[in-house]
């Protein structure tokens, strides 16, 4: 058996059409051209190459990038300071401040300190409290383009047994609210559980956000599973050759699963695609225009 490939390269370039074509189209008629705000605290390669990334993408599909790159020792004063000149600016329409954050600042206070309709990264308390309760909201990009990416391998996963691993905010705990509001039964796994192996294997629909390499093997996979691997993580091999691997052993899950995201070229570029989608719902709301149709 080998599993179908989610191919979130190919998903994710079809959702950035559509947010290009509903760009195009409001900026025809409205005269709006969403922006988006980035700001990056230090030097973090990592995150400067996903930072060039972004900005890329919102050219790309007519939208106006505003970055703001500040040194590594910048107070967490000077950060809520631009956050709020961001907040006030009505060319900008979202604000996502990448994290992580240099120890001297409190990365709560930002997040609290973004207003909510700019929050296009949907960490805001009020938008993580609307999205639990199910209202319209902001919803945090990794979670949703898991849900896009499930949802091209399966026409409902009405009933499903989920297991979520990992129970950050940021991804874990937001993903399990979307999956309880598709129905499906959700068990959340994190370094405390025993018998995650067995917790595995009854799983249909298997999400791992745990930061460690490699970490689920094929043999706790349930034949014919759905699994969604949102880590990456570098690795060396013997010979000093580095390359990009997930939280899930591919080569043997691939072996098990009945569809299975690639490390790199699954998750990682629809979350910036659901990042476009979010800032053309943000612009759209601020505007008091209707949703747009992605």
């Known amino acids: 058996m080998s599993a179908k490939i989610i191919d979130g390269k190919a998903i994710a370039a079809d959702l950035r059409a559509q947010v290009a074509l509903e760009t195009k189209r409001i900026s025809a008629a409205q005269g709006l051209v969403p922006g988006l705000a980035v700001v990056l605290i230090g030097d973090n390669a990592a995150s400067k190459s996903y930072v060039t990334s972004k900005s890329r993408a919102l050219v790309e599909v007519g939208m106006r990038p505003f970055d703001h790159q500040l040194p590594g020792d910048t107070s967490e004063a000077e950060l809520l300071a631009l956050v709020e000149k961001l907040n006030a600016d009505p060319a900008v329409h979202g604000i996502l401040v990448q994290m992580p954050l240099p120890p001297q600042i409190n990365p709560q206070r930002i997040i609290g300190g973004i207003q909510p309709d700019k929050d296009v990264d949907g960490f805001h308390p009020m938008n993580f409290g609307r999205m639990a309760a199910r209202l319209p909201t902001m919803v ?47 068990t959340i796994a994190h370094s405390h559980t025993r018998n995650l192996p067995d917790l595995c294997r009854r799983a249909d629909l298997l999400f791992v956000a745990i930061g460690r390499a490699e970490y689920v093997r094929g043999a706790w996979i349930k034949p014919g599973a759905t699994v969604v691997d949102i880590g990456i993580n570098r690795v060396v091999d013997a010979g000093g050759k580095s390359r990009i691997v997930g939280d899930v052993c591919f080569a043997e899950a691939v072996k098990v699963a009945g569809a299975i995201t690639p490390v790199p070229g699954g998750v990682g570029p629809m979350t910036i695609a659901c990042l476009l989608v979010n800032t053309l719902r943000a612009a759209c709301m601020q505007a008091r225009l209707p949703p747009p149709g992605v």
């Open 140 to 186: 945090p990009c990794t979670p949703i383009a898991c849900m896009k990416l499930v949802n091209s391998v399966h026409a409902s996963i009405d009933g499903c047994d989920a297991l979520m691993v990992g129970r950050s905010t940021i991804v874990g705990n937001p993903l399990a609210q979307l999956l309880l509001a598709a129905n499906t039964t959700v």
